[in-house]
């Protein structure tokens, strides 16, 4: 279903669900301060409600976003049904199936807000405590299908907010039934067990393949390849981006940009090669680029560096050619 190749595509659809998992984590954090009738001295109830109304609001402009530019890029295309169907997806389907069951149930809890004065309360309250499984299932399909997940920054952002939500809700279960030390201690197990869940979980194999498996690129291979490239023109200079795949017996899909600020040399790079059928990435850099191919390396999470070459014929913006991977 993918219709363009840009970059803007490619990160935008990364940023927008990052910004919607953040909101919506502010948003559950703010609902459960409302439900456990916390106050604040600066701020009445009816200011804490409004947000919590209007960042739900933006948590379903980022999804959209989210979705709309997924549907557009081309470096993992979807089809419509993959996007709506939950595993049916080839690309890492249990992850991302998560992902489309949580948008389906903020959909759901978005109509009954709609609904709210013609259907009985007890009807959409019941609906709107569905905003945990929400949660829950955008953390997992964030954390599993997100190719940011490696990176530290993303890591901790998991770490915060799992464990930020796990305390306030141990809090808002136990305030009423327990003292408050209790309670205190309650949520501090909470977020400890936030934070082990969030390890175990980024540590998984997220093919969905056996957990005593660890998904790995071949050490080497060398298959057809197909692309496309785009150009991108900015004020400090030019990115150009390929995307394309391994259209043999490797199902690699190869994500290259480079910024050059004169038009040939290379001053910023960034590779990616992924395994579409486990969903390894190796990440690194191109070294050398020309009109019949590049040079680079790559990096797996274990640390394991790969060489990686190509050569190709470009007709127009189309590449063809071979891909080469080597230990």
Not at 31 to 43: I, K, N, P, V
Not at 232 to 250: F, Q, V
Not at 268 to 295: H, K, M, P, R, Y
């Amino acid at each position: 279903m993918g219709v363009t190749s840009s970059p803007i595509d490619w990160y935008a659809a990364r940023a927008s669900g990052i910004v919607a998992y953040l909101l919506l984590t502010v948003v559950v954090l703010v609902g459960l301060t409302l439900s456990g009738q916390l106050r604040l001295r600066r701020w009445p109830k009816f200011a804490i409600t409004d947000v919590h109304r209007f960042g739900g609001l933006l948590v379903g402009v980022f999804v959209s976003i989210h979705v709309l530019t997924i549907a557009l890029d081309t470096y993992t295309p979807f089809s419509l049904t993959q996007l709506v169907v939950p595993f049916t997806s080839h690309y890492r389907p249990l992850w991302t199936a998560l992902g489309i069951v949580a948008a389906e149930l903020l959909a759901a809890i978005a109509i009954s807000n709609a609904l709210r004065n013609t259907i009985p309360y007890r009807w959409w309250r019941r609906i709107h405590v569905l905003n945990l499984a929400v949660w829950a299932a955008a953390t997992v399909h964030g954390i599993g299908a997100g190719t940011d997940s490696p990176s530290a920054w993303i890591t901790a952002m998991y770490l915060v907010s799992v464990s930020s939500v796990l305390a306030a809700l141990a809090w808002r279960l136990g305030r009423r039934r327990l003292a408050p030390a209790a309670v205190r201690g309650l949520a501090g197990v909470a977020a400890l067990v936030g934070i082990a869940a969030v390890i175990a979980l980024a540590a998984t194999p997220h093919s969905g393949a056996a957990p005593h498996t660890v998904a790995t690129l071949p050490s080497s291979f060398s298959d057809s390849f197909s692309g496309s490239l785009s150009r991108e023109n900015g004020a400090a200079g030019t990115m150009l981006s390929i995307n394309g795949h391994g259209t043999g017996s490797a199902p690699v899909l190869v994500r290259i940009d480079l910024v050059t600020t004169d038009g040939s040399s290379i001053s910023d790079t960034s590779l990616q090669l992924e395994d579409s059928a486990n969903g390894s990435i190796c990440t690194g850099t191109v070294s050398n680029i020309g009109a019949t191919g590049f040079n680079g390396s790559c990096s797996l999470p274990t640390g394991t560096s790969r060489t990686v070459d190509a050569t190709w014929q470009l007709d127009a913006d189309d590449l063809t050619g071979t891909l080469n991977l080597a230990a």
